[in-house]
């Protein structure tokens, strides 16, 4: 999805009333910013945090999905006859026995709109064609073997190169333009200095730790659904219009998620199919997606296909910027990977296309993952700057400060907040590139291995949405905090309890924080790297809101040291009621209140807006610097990525912790993007070859390199209180161009088709 769908997503979703923010820069705090270990930590390590899969209920079932063996075609006929007499078979769902699932409606977003089951036809490889439900899972396995489905079945076109045949672009049924200024067609064919290429960047299978999975449980007409999902209300929205349920008759719950990447941003078929057989069976029901099924039916990174053309001059003016593209995508969804979505601001250059093009293919609906759209967009417009300063033969650091601009050139607004240039002078600085000798394969590392050093830009979109969150007092003296929101992994809980304890002086370990659930206040979706943004000014409104009524309470409470006074001359610091103009220690611990008013607690409902109207005045956006550095041995061409630095400007950092965790992770999954992640189809039947973790790979810790993060911590004056963008996304993007020019500068070969292969390298004329 783009960016500006997303933002369009979440901004329909929700109530959308702005409020204008707190641009002034937030004073100095101890505990925001500091690196504050996760308060969920405890639950994960020692086993009690439950994940969807977890959930155990008397009378459940187990539901095993029949996969598609073709990715074209129809079902002919389909004999469940032997499934349904195996031991334990409870019911076999087919498309002609499956009632009770309808298209999903405007109010959420699903990511296959065709609802499971719905009719005969198939177009990609293990869609579900059948579902089996036993008393034991290893039963419905065994019977969903047993479902014999006969097919017509054609050919399929999973054909990875993208060079169908279409109209010019512009024209009607070819490419989109998507951006466009100034002449960049007579610019480009006049400059003196150009670089014309093709990048491409491979399907990639989310593959988060924890798999999809659905617990299914039906009350009478109530069904609450235990899910490891992104986003619980656009979930709930979803479900409800897909089960013909009541909003008020379903609940969301992910209270813990073992991370998503965007795969679990919006239900996928599994989660309708689940609830459907329960609510025929009146049992519960667990369905787990496989790893392999993760492979057909959850969702993919597209494959891309990018030509970009530069024209400079020889002084490194960048007269034009071409980037045409084009990604795969379903029989089913209309899925856009935005790779144009940094190209349009992140350089200065009055000629610029960006035009988008679909090609249709028979695979599943490709879904965003991780820097939808700028993470392959950024490996072939920041692999082609690096050839271009090639050609120019200029440093690739001097080349992109050269084209820094503080105005974004696409919307003619200034940036809120815009320090590329420090992230690529405080990298430099620290990656040690005055060092670096540009000849390729001219520097050695201390064992006499040839050292490739590479630099690439990265950036993503920041944003704010609505939030809502309810912070109640409780008479221990601690406080509960609950958002609609939930935690993929990234630390939403911990800098949740932050920002509780920041305003109250509560101790972050006592405040307890409840996420995860569609029956609380409506929070964000994690996604878009914007949820610690948006959720935090409603946070602050409801501590605010709870600390009114506290103090409310404090003078109206008979035997209440406070009883009488204006509760405007009173405050709450460091968990204590006391005057405004007496220190804390004169005041009195809430708790003492709240217990002696015989109250269970003091609420207060926080709501926030979304990015407000001055931020309608700038650019938004987090950029970055990664520096790469890989040694190569010639004589057995092997390639170790063996140190990153990272400079992020993402604004303030509110858990150093949880953030450079974030980044550090992101430079490990982009490492798999340059070297190892690709998913193969088998062009005979369609079929993900690769669809397990032996023949897909992903980097690993043994793969890891030395990892430096470091964050500008430069608060947005656009981004609120605090100032915070975001930090989830733009880690991954510019790793893997990074990575490519140090592989160029090492070997003298150029990789434009991810990742990179020992084939490639063994083209390198550079020895030992
Ligand atoms: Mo992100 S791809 O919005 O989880």
Redesign the pocket.
Known sequence: MMFSE?ISFIDSAQDAAAKPSDAAAPPPSSIIGAAVPRVDGPFKTSGTAKYAADYNFPRMVYAVPVCATIANGKIRSMDTSAAETMPGVVLVLRHDNTRGIYRNGPGGRASENRPPLSDDTVSYWGQYVALAVAETFAQAKAAAAAVKVQYDSQKPNVNPVLDDDMPAIGAPGGPKVVSHRGDSDAAFASAPVKVDETYTTPVETHNPMEMHATVAVWNGPRVTLYETS?GVMNHHAVMSDVLGVPQENIEIISHYIGS???GK?FPWPHSALCAVAARQLERPVKLVVSRKMMFYDVGHRPNTQQRLRLGATPQGKLLALQQDYRNHTSELDDIRENCGEATPFLYSTANLRVSSALVRRNVGVPT?????GAVPGLFALESAMDELAIKLNMDPVQLRLGLNTDTDEESNKPFSSRHLDKCLQIGSDKFGWSRRNPKVGSMRDKDGLILGWGVACASWGAYRGPSQCAVTFLPDGSARASSGTQDIGTGTYTVIAQVVSDKTGIPVDNVQVVLGESNLPPGPM????TATATVMPSVVDGVNAAIKNLLAVATDTPGSPFKGKDSKDLTLTAGRIHAKDQSPDSGTPFGDIIRSAGLAGVRGEGKSGGMGAEAKNYSTHSFGAQFAEITYDPGIAQLRVTRIVSVIDGGRIINKATATNQVAGAIVMGLGMGLLEQTIYDQRDGRPVNDNFADYLVATCADAPQIDVHFLDIPDPVMGEYGARGI??IGLAGVAPAITAAVYHATGVRVRNLPVRIEDLLTSRITA
């Open positions: 997303f992104q998503g990447f965007g941003l965003p993952m991780r820097g939808p994690s996604g878009g790297s989830g996304e």
